[in-house]
């Protein structure tokens, strides 16, 4: 009799089934698979290859030694229109009558300008003004103006009884306001007449020449007549005596260029 051995017995019982799950693998499609063994594949660069890379690496410039030129925009002013014309007579408060020569373009502080260029007789100079700012500019009188200041000139005077200072600033706003009539009442309100010896300061002469200068020329240009008889016109409205007195002389200056500003 053989011997029963208990122990493989129960081991053989009890002895777990060990079972292999198989693991499915995701299908791949012919295409994917040809790319993934491309990618795979690492490209090792010949020693000919080596060599022109290395020549290009030498004949390209680094960013960082390039120098880019600068290139200026010049901008340009805001368009106007044009009131005024070439030889078109106007008038600006601060020098006068002037006339017209050109119109021209400037660069100023990096901006394309279009410019009146004005010149004026009295200063022998050529003034540049913006076409932006041309509301400065006014043109001549009519004669219809021309008339009603010959009559304010004929008109009595009327002088404050406020100190020189005062009025004096009051005479200057009048002159450089460019206004006819107000030139008028400077010239009428400093003339006097053929009294030479009456007290009058430097300054009222001044103001009085620059007055009479301003009025002067601008009667001339609208009359159409000569220096001699617009001025008799004057000197007749004021009651002055043209032999005994002498009228303002204008200074010859050298003829220069200005740049108006406002």
Sequence with gaps: MKKINLKSILKKTFKKKIVKKKVKKPK???TKAKTLKIK???IVPSKKNHKSIAKNENLRIQKSNEVKPEIKKIKKQETAKKEYKPKDYIVYPKHGVGQILSISSKTIGG???QCYDIKFEKDKAIG???IN????????ATINQVNKSISILKSKPKIK???WSRRAQEYEQKITSGKIYELAEVVRDLNKGDDLMVDQS???RQLFEKAYERILSEFQIVLGVSLEDTQK???KALKRNLETQQVPKITQKTEQSTEITE
């Design 28 to 30: 791949i499609s012919k």
């Design 40 to 42: 795979s594949k690492k």
């Design 111 to 113: 901006i394309e300008v």
């Design 128 to 130: 540049l003004l913006p």
């Design 133 to 140: 700012k041309q509301n400065n500019l006014r043109p001549l």
């Design 161 to 163: 009884r406020s100190m």
């Design 202 to 204: 430097y300054s009222e």
């Design 233 to 235: 016109k004057l000197d």
